[in-house]
């Protein structure tokens, strides 16, 4: 054959493997609820357009869930496959420059196993899964007090971060952007702006939603109601350098929005742009983001070669559901019980949304128990990657049920992580939930401002909670001990499962 035909061929086969497979959009909200979003329910108080625009043309699952009721662990569960009790501080939710990273050194990651399919990766926004700064002396620091952050030597390299992770890519914060003692954005693996003083919180909004800043360093570039413009600036500048200077590629953009987590400082070209107060509004302007992103994929004409992924990292905050519900009568939770941190449902049933035209029938609907662990083993299947058996030890491929082909349940059983770690594990087998606690497993509702939602425990002398919910979705009425056998069944089926390591076979 000729020389130049071979090469020819060679290019065209290289070309056509690449493009047969997806770019990767995966968008994480933060403290997004199930309820907040309209095409979840229909009496949301807050428009989302782009949200349910994107729901519309691919598939809405309504019994996805968050891996913990906290961001953290969430985070290290997404990213890994594998729920974060199984690893040591797999509880821990970290600020300012805590750390060091969860995820081991050496494990697969989402990013890394599509890094060897031939993807580009980056990552822009909220890290919070761990990282390694260092003082001037070289001394690793690993906590999230304040008097750490003025320890930092920000010359030297940042240590365990998403470039470390399989990520080519990097720009974001450490922790919640508007929230811990360090706002300062990472590029890469350095803050090339370093903060120069104190955060001045008199100049900053005042509102019910605005109570959850701490004074900590800011740098000078750092606007804390700009956050998520400058994210969305970041992620729509990677998407057009892409195309122009790998357009064989495939890539995986992972954008972790800021929005919509405390405290609720929308930008200003957002504020007032609902009925519902500046919580709505930054809810708007998330939903913003969306839209934003979809666009960016359409001009490029990549819109329906690119798997796009939209959830939340559990359940809404506290202070935002409860005044939610008194000002705007909105309810972020609506219609389940709990909210963040607890193991109830409202604490982790989240949004989750799959657009993929080439192979997701658009306007559909799944009820298929699913998990953001799930992500990275139907990603893989899609990639045409095989998961090594010491990987994503709890992620199930949800690819038949995006295709419409699953009659039966993928999931044998789903694990759920409450606030406090292994302390506080849930088991769900179809129907039946069991929470292997007493009480929320997060939050107090003896007192103060959640004391008017608490339920009373129909079986207060049990060990632990037992909900059918099919009959009962609001989590009222604890089975626990008229149904010993369910509850037998299912704490041997947890215990094994934790006792092996894994859940996915």
Request: hydrophobic letters at 35%.
């Given at each position: 054959?000729?020389?130049?035909?071979?090469?020819?061929?060679?290019?065209?086969i290289?070309?056509?493997s690449?493009?047969?497979?997806?770019?990767?959009?995966?968008?994480?909200?933060?403290?997004?609820?199930?309820?907040?979003?309209?095409?979840?329910?229909?009496?949301s108080?807050?428009?989302?357009?782009?949200?349910?625009?994107?729901?519309?043309?691919?598939?809405?699952?309504?019994?996805?869930?968050?891996?913990?009721?906290?961001?953290?662990?969430?985070?290290?569960?997404?990213?890994?496959?594998?729920?974060?009790?199984?690893?040591?501080?797999?509880?821990?939710?970290?600020?300012?420059?805590?750390?060091?990273?969860?995820?081991?050194?050496?494990?697969?990651?989402?990013?890394a196993?599509?890094?060897?399919?031939?993807?580009?990766?980056?990552?822009?926004?909220?890290?919070?899964?761990?990282?390694?700064?260092?003082?001037?002396?070289?001394?690793?620091?690993?906590?999230?007090?304040?008097?750490?952050?003025?320890?930092?030597?920000?010359?030297?390299?940042?240590?365990?971060?998403?470039?470390?992770?399989?990520?080519?890519r990097?720009?974001?914060?450490?922790?919640?952007?508007?929230?811990?003692?360090?706002?300062?954005?990472?590029?890469?693996d350095?803050?090339?702006?370093?903060?120069?003083?104190p955060?001045?919180?008199?100049?900053?909004?005042?509102?019910?939603?605005?109570?959850?800043?701490?004074?900590?360093?800011?740098?000078?570039?750092?606007?804390?109601?700009?956050?998520?413009?400058?994210?969305?600036?970041?992620?729509?500048?990677?998407?057009?350098?892409?195309?122009?200077?790998?357009?064989?590629?495939?890539?995986?953009?992972?954008?972790?929005?800021?929005?919509?987590?405390?405290?609720?400082?929308?930008?200003?070209?957002?504020?007032g742009?609902?009925?519902?107060?500046?919580?709505?509004?930054?809810?708007?302007e998330?939903?913003?983001?969306?839209?934003?992103?979809?666009?960016?994929?359409?001009?490029?004409?990549?819109?329906?070669?690119?798997?796009v992924?939209?959830?939340?990292?559990?359940?809404?905050?506290?202070?935002?559901?409860?005044?939610?519900?008194?000002?705007?009568?909105?309810?972020?939770?609506?219609?389940?019980?709990g909210?963040?941190?607890?193991?109830?449902?409202?604490?982790?049933?989240?949004?989750?949304?799959?657009?993929?035209?080439?192979?997701?029938?658009?306007?559909?609907?799944?009820?298929?128990?699913?998990?953001?662990?799930?992500?990275?083993?139907?990603?893989?299947?899609?990639?045409?990657?095989?998961?090594?058996?010491?990987?994503?030890?709890?992620?199930?491929?949800?690819?038949?049920?995006?295709?419409?082909?699953?009659?039966?349940?993928?999931?044998?059983?789903?694990?759920?992580?409450?606030?406090?770690?292994?302390?506080?594990?849930?088991?769900?087998?179809?129907?039946?939930?069991?929470?292997?606690?007493?009480?929320?497993?997060?939050?107090?509702?003896?007192?103060?401002?959640?004391?008017?939602?608490?339920?009373?425990?129909?079986?207060?002398?049990?060990?632990g909670?037992?909900?059918?919910?099919?009959?009962?979705?609001?989590?009222?009425?604890?089975?626990?001990?008229k149904?010993?056998?369910?509850?037998?069944?299912?704490?041997?089926?947890?215990?094994?499962?934790?006792?092996?390591?894994?859940?996915?076979?």
């Amino acid at each position: 054959m000729n020389p130049w035909l071979l090469l020819l061929s060679s290019f065209a086969i290289h070309h056509s493997s690449f493009s047969a497979q997806p770019n990767v959009l995966l968008i994480l909200a933060d403290d997004l609820g199930y309820g907040d979003v309209r095409c979840y329910n229909a009496e949301s108080k807050v428009p989302t357009p782009n949200i349910d625009k994107l729901a519309s043309g691919g598939m809405r699952f309504t019994d996805a869930h968050s891996p913990c009721t906290v961001c953290t662990p969430s985070r290290y569960a997404l990213m890994t496959g594998q729920m974060a009790f199984r690893v040591p501080r797999g509880g821990t939710v970290f600020q300012g420059v805590g750390g060091p990273s969860l995820i081991a050194p050496g494990r697969l990651t989402l990013p890394a196993m599509l890094k060897q399919q031939g993807y580009a990766t980056a990552a822009v926004g909220k890290w919070h899964i761990g990282l390694t700064f260092r003082d001037k002396a070289g001394e690793p620091i690993h906590s999230g007090r304040l008097e750490d952050v003025q320890r930092v030597d920000y010359s030297r390299r940042i240590e365990g971060g998403p470039l470390d992770h399989g990520f080519d890519r990097f720009f974001g914060t450490a922790c919640c952007p508007s929230t811990d003692w360090l706002y300062a954005f990472i590029d890469g693996d350095r803050i090339p702006v370093p903060p120069t003083g104190p955060l001045q919180r008199a100049i900053l909004p005042k509102h019910p939603y605005a109570n959850d800043c701490r004074s900590g360093f800011i740098a000078p570039d750092f606007d804390l109601q700009e956050v998520d413009m400058v994210f969305l600036q970041k992620s729509r500048e990677f998407i057009a350098e892409h195309v122009r200077s790998s357009p064989q590629k495939p890539f995986f953009l992972y954008h972790a929005s800021h929005g919509v987590h405390l405290p609720s400082f929308a930008g200003k070209d957002f504020r007032g742009k609902t009925q519902s107060g500046p919580h709505g509004d930054f809810i708007a302007e998330f939903d913003h983001v969306v839209g934003e992103l979809m666009k960016e994929l359409e001009k490029h004409g990549l819109a329906d070669n690119t798997l796009v992924i939209l959830s939340s990292d559990n359940g809404p905050e506290t202070t935002s559901v409860v005044h939610m519900r008194a000002d705007h009568a909105h309810d972020g939770a609506k219609p389940w019980r709990g909210i963040k941190r607890d193991a109830w449902e409202g604490g982790h049933r989240v949004p989750f949304i799959v657009r993929w035209p080439a192979r997701v029938k658009a306007g559909t609907t799944s009820d298929q128990i699913a998990c953001l662990t799930d992500v990275m083993a139907t990603i893989a299947a899609i990639s045409g990657t095989e998961l090594p058996r010491d990987a994503a030890e709890d992620s199930f491929n949800l690819l038949p049920a995006l295709e419409g082909q699953a009659s039966e349940p993928i999931r044998p059983y789903l694990l759920m992580q409450a606030f406090a770690g292994e302390r506080t594990l849930s088991i769900r087998r179809g129907n039946w939930k069991y929470i292997a606690h007493r009480g929320s497993g997060g939050n107090n509702y003896d007192k103060d401002e959640l004391k008017p939602y608490a339920l009373p425990d129909t079986d207060p002398e049990a060990p632990g909670q037992l909900y059918d919910l099919a009959n009962d979705p609001g989590e009222t009425t604890n089975l626990y001990s008229k149904k010993p056998e369910i509850v037998k069944e299912l704490q041997t089926l947890l215990e094994e499962s934790k006792k092996s390591g894994r859940s996915r076979p």
